[in-house]
């Protein structure tokens, strides 16, 4: 089965480098290779050019300052001409054989609708900075509430299972799949974003199987904070989006899923209460989280129509 593959990125050169060398040795090479270069910066085209050059690899390379993850996606969908469409994070690294097996995986999971595997977190040096979480049970969850936990950065299963989400960083989806869904949803801003859930979540309740592959297996790396400002943006649009991807994906359970999040630990947002405690505290990460959970709210109440 040909595949399309899209490296979204924006200002890391020396990521989308260490990403493009890891395709070039592949053993089988990507029957197609889209880059989306959303930078502001010329050092991601030298790269791209310089990595043309001295290999074999053929990309398509466009820089269509398009604004978001969400609107790059969909900017590199347009020109995928294969029926399944692959998308990496520019800060991952693949082992040689991760075409082959991406490959063989769709071949032998022919009812699946997205196939993806694990983006283990790793240091600069490579090294892994968390322990294996080997269990067969699912690890990447999504309530009805929207309540969503993703655990591709530590979870190898022994075998390829069935789950609820994968990560952007390392998933793949069939493109009449994409088509039918328009795509990815563009409401999400800022960092943090939720396009990858929200997409999945979509695939959910259109009835559609989602296949996690140990043998997809990639490296992450952990991409150092650029200061505190850094830090509380991505805070602010994790609470967010959060409570925007709510309301989108499950209007039915919103004001319940609310009501949760008020109280008890849904997952991948923190409860209000423990944010409160922490902000008080003088956690400034956790009083930005909140700031995303009221602005958020506000967002939806203010745009509730246009949103569904």
């Known amino acids: 089965m040909d595949i399309s593959l899209i490296v979204v990125t924006y200002e890391r050169p020396a990521e989308i480098e260490r990403l493009l060398e890891s395709l070039t040795r592949q053993h089988v090479p990507p029957d197609q290779l889209i880059v989306v270069d959303d930078s502001d910066s010329d050092e991601t085209a030298t790269i791209v050019s310089e990595v043309q050059t001295e290999s074999t690899l053929s990309i398509e390379y466009y820089r269509p300052s398009s604004g978001s993850m969400s609107a790059a996606r969909n900017y590199g969908l347009r020109y995928a001409d294969h029926e399944v469409v692959a998308f990496l994070d520019d800060d991952v690294e693949c082992p040689p054989e991760y075409v082959s097996n991406l490959k063989d995986a769709w071949e032998t999971h022919t009812s699946a609708a997205a196939i993806g595997g694990p983006a283990l977190w790793v240091d600069d040096a490579g090294v892994r900075v ?50 039918e869904l328009e ?45 505190a400002s850094k830090s509380r943006d991505q805070f602010y649009w994790r609470g967010f989006n959060g409570i925007v991807f709510r309301y989108v994906c499950f209007p039915q359970t919103f004001w319940v899923s609310i ?50």
């Not at 405690?277 to 745009?303: E, P, S």
Request: aromatic share 10%; hydrophobic share 35%; net charge negative.
């Open 183 to 227: 795509g990815f949803n563009t409401v999400y801003g800022g960092s943090e974003v939720y396009e990858d859930t929200d997409v999945m979540a979509r695939i959910r309740e259109c009835g559609g199987k989602i296949v996690y592959d140990p043998a997809l297996e990639v490296k992450h790396y952990e991409t150092p904070k650029t200061g």
């Open 130 to 179: 968390a322990d294996i979480n080997e269990t067969v049970l699912n690890q990447n969850w999504l309530t009805e509430y929207g309540e969503q936990r993703s655990s591709e950065g530590d979870w190898r299963p022994p075998r390829a299972v069935q789950t609820d989400q994968l990560a952007g960083a390392n998933m793949s989806i069939k493109r009449s799949v994409l088509e």
């Open 259 to 308: 009501a949760r999040l008020m109280t008890v630990n849904p997952g991948w947002l923190d409860p209000v209460w423990l944010c409160v405690g922490i902000a008080i505290a003088r956690d400034t990460d956790q009083l930005w989280i909140l700031k995303g959970y009221v602005f958020g709210l506000k967002y939806v109440l203010r745009n509730r129509h246009s949103l569904r």
